[in-house]
């Protein structure tokens, strides 16, 4: 089971970036798991940034995030994608996807890619 994130990178105040998440090695379909992004900031604990459902039709958000953020999936590609706008220096983070299972009690998590917002 592999999930791989890319996208990061440096960018300025009000920039965007968009991260991906490729998944595979799945025991399941990709379609049957609920995917998440977090970020752990540097001395912070991992936070949940944005869920969104097995059935792609719900998703969730941190506070923080809303508005700005969107993710969404393809499940024939098996990728997870977290769109991020007007990005600000708080948002410098590791991304990391995570792949929570709907049919049993098991989840997997990427290496994460690291985002660093500053001018």
């Known amino acids: 089971v592999q999930l791989v994130e890319s996208g990061g990178g440096l960018v300025q105040p009000g920039g965007s970036l968009r991260l991906s998440c490729v998944a595979s090695?799945?025991?399941?379909?990709?379609?049957?798991?609920?995917m998440s992004w977090y970020r752990q900031a540097p001395g912070k604990e991992r936070e949940l940034v944005a869920t969104?459902?097995?059935?792609?039709?719900?998703?969730n958000y941190a506070d923080s995030v809303k508005g700005r953020f969107t993710i969404s999936r393809d499940n024939s590609k098996n990728m997870l994608a977290l769109q991020m706008n007007s990005l600000k220096p708080e948002d410098t983070a590791v991304y990391y996807c995570?792949?929570?299972?709907?049919?049993?009690?098991?989840?997997?998590w990427g290496q994460g890619t690291r985002v660093t917002v500053s001018s």
């Open positions: 995570k792949a929570a299972s709907s049919l049993q009690s098991v989840q997997y």
């Open positions: 090695g799945f025991p399941f379909s990709f379609s049957t798991y609920h």
């Open positions: 969104i459902y097995s059935n792609g039709l719900t998703s």
